[in-house]
């Protein structure tokens, strides 16, 4: 590895971070086990895949979250990314939300995978449902519900998912029903992405690469108001071809490091560019790598950058670009990070190199004190916004500045 990326990895290896240097690809890797079929709609709903604990034998997982856009012929993503063993899933369904974990009467039906009600999935690989025929709503809670006979070892999911879920011992899945499902879990277990065919052959996605903000830390919990949420809304409405919104942020993630997930750039592939139907990537990420005491620069950061739409554009993706917002009050600024900072922001406003430029640093920035968040958007830490914080995002992105071809 050569340039600056290489010169990112040696800094990172002489602080001990740790930087999965061999694994940032120099180009476009090709698909990975289990990528994306041709013809599979359009994402609906996407949640960053991570390493979650240990799977534990014998447990369902009722699983709640928020569709984008509606469409037909639903199918689901399992993800066995992180295990270390095949994962079987014996009983798998999708219905909608009634009201904690009981259904809709009537919306609940079985999911099967190449005709077979089971899936094994091999360590380090995704697998796609057959198509559920049935149209799903834009804008609903769609439960998928899992049994799993047999896992151990590494689970994938994520962690954050700032909705309640459900948890019961035994297989469930097909029960309408609340009553066995007792437990309760705040993250997405094994299922890291739905898509639908919308009834527009022109409808698209745009993909939100991002941290913790992206992830939603801080809005209010069980009533989808990440920002990606409060787009997906926007975009409802706005008329253009891009109506689907897949929120790939991970709390604490960086683009150049792992550590809180994969880097951005080690998990582009698999979270971002195989996602059904999305034309658009927009990137959200930079203010964990430079407030980390890392030695990241400027330069590093924006090579980083480069990287992501190169491999995007690549791809036939176009890249949509938001500038870090500010930070100061948390615990890890310093006047260096915000000199990082206004240098990365600076490349991103006057480059030119993306296809187009959202600023949520001036979005969520004190007129006073540029290097503070405005408090009527500030949580209370500093650095992530409140509800409203989250809806001015949303508001200050050009929807059609996401309805874009490459």
């Known amino acids: 590895m050569t340039g600056r990326l290489g010169r990112v990895c040696r800094i990172a290896a002489v602080l001990l971070v740790a930087v999965a240097c061999q ?80 259904l809709r009467p009537g919306s609940n039906r079985r999911l099967t995978f190449d005709g077979a009600r089971t899936v094994t999935v091999p360590a380090g690989a995704v697998a ?8 799903v709503p834009a804008a609903v809670n769609l439960v998928v519900s899992l049994h799993t006979p047999d896992a151990a070892g590494p689970a994938t999911g994520h962690g954050m998912a700032m909705q309640t879920s459900y948890l019961a011992r035994g297989d469930h899945t097909a029960e309408a029903g609340a009553a066995n499902w007792t ?12 898509s639908v065919r919308p009834p527009n052959a022109a409808t698209g996605a745009v993909a939100v690469l991002g941290d913790s903000i992206t992830d939603g830390w801080q809005s ?49 592939d698999r979270d971002v560019l195989s996602q059904p139907g999305v034309r658009t990537v927009f990137l959200f990420e930079g203010v964990n790598d430079l407030k980390a005491h890392t030695g990241v620069t400027a330069a590093d950061l924006i090579a980083g950058y480069r990287e992501i739409l190169r491999r995007a554009h690549a791809a036939g993706k176009c890249v949509v670009v938001a500038t870090v917002g500010p930070f100061e009050g948390w615990s890890e600024w310093d006047p260096v990070g915000e000199a990082v900072r206004q240098d990365v922001n600076r490349f991103i406003r ?19 004190v540029r290097e503070r968040i405005l408090p009527f958007f500030d949580n209370g830490d500093h650095l992530h916004p409140n509800d409203k914080g989250m809806q001015a995002l949303a508001d200050s992105v050009d929807p059609g500045s996401l309805d874009c071809a490459r």
């Open 350 to 368: 006057t480059s030119g190199e993306f296809d187009a430029v959202t600023d949520f640093d001036r979005t969520l920035r004190s007129p006073y």
């Open 220 to 268: 209010t919990t069980d009533l989808n108001r990440r920002w990606p949420d409060y787009l997906a809304r926007r975009l409802g409405g706005a008329g253009t071809a891009v109506q689907g919104v897949a929120d790939e942020g991970i709390s604490g993630n960086k683009v150049l490091a792992d550590g809180a997930g994969q880097s951005a750039l080690h998990r582009l």
């Open 128 to 135: 796609w449902s057959d198509p559920l025929p049935g149209k």
């Open 23 to 102: 694994s940032v690809p120099a180009r476009a890797s090709g698909p990975f086990p289990g990528a994306t079929a041709r013809g599979s709609g359009v994402v609906t709903w996407a949640a960053g895949a991570d390493r979650l604990g240990e799977g534990t034998a014998d447990s369902a997982y009722r699983l709640v979250l928020h569709t984008s856009v509606g469409g037909s012929d639903l199918r689901i993503r399992l993800s066995n990314a992180f295990g270390d063993r095949p994962l079987t899933l014996d009983s798998v369904y999708a219905g909608l939300q009634s009201e904690g974990a009981a």
């Open 183 to 194: 437990g309760t879990t705040g993250s997405w277990w094994y299922l890291d992405a739905v």
